[in-house]
Nanobody, 120 residues
Framework: QVQLVESGGGLVQAGGSLRLSCAASGSIRRINAMGWYRQAPGKQRELVATITRGATTNYVDSAKGRFTIARDNAKNTVYLQMNSLKPEDTAVYYC??????????????WGQGTQVTVSS
C-alpha cells in the first residue's frame, strides 16, 4: 500500500504565497514522475506542474513564472511553491506520483487533496 499525504493549503489574499507539500509512504521501491493537479468547482481536473526523478519540470502556462515544483527524493516528497496567487488559482490541489513497488509493479497514486482559496 502507498499513501500520499498533502499539506500546506489554506486561505490567502491575492498576491500572497503558499507552499504545498506531499509525502509518499508505504511499499515504495522507486518514485518516478510526481506532479500537482487542481480542480476548481464545476471544472475538470487540470495539470499544474510535473517533475521527473531527474528534476525535469513542466508547467501549465498559467503557472509559469509564479509556481515552482521541487522534490526531495530522499524524503519521497514533492513541493509546490505558489507565489503571486490569483483568485483563479482557487481549487483543490491534488498530488500525484508514479510509483514502482517492491514487486516491480507500476501504479499511479493520488493524494486526498488540499484546498487553496485565494481571496480578491
Amino acid at each position: 500500500q502507498v499513501q500520499l499525504v498533502e499539506s500546506g493549503g489554506g486561505l490567502v489574499q491575492a498576491g500572497g504565497s503558499l507552499r504545498l507539500s506531499c509525502a509518499a509512504s508505504g511499499s515504495i521501491r522507486r518514485i518516478n514522475a510526481m506532479g500537482w493537479y487542481r480542480q476548481a468547482p464545476g471544472k475538470q481536473r487540470e495539470l499544474v506542474a510535473t517533475i521527473t526523478r531527474g528534476a525535469t519540470t513542466n508547467y501549465v502556462d498559467s503557472a509559469k513564472g509564479r509556481f515552482t515544483i521541487a522534490r526531495d527524493n530522499a524524503k519521497n516528497t514533492v513541493y509546490l511553491q505558489m507565489n503571486s496567487l490569483k483568485p483563479e488559482d482557487t481549487a483543490v490541489y491534488y498530488c500525484n506520483a508514479d510509483i514502482t513497488n517492491w514487486d516491480y509493479e507500476w501504479h499511479s497514486y493520488w493524494g486526498q487533496g488540499t484546498q487553496v482559496t485565494v481571496s480578491s
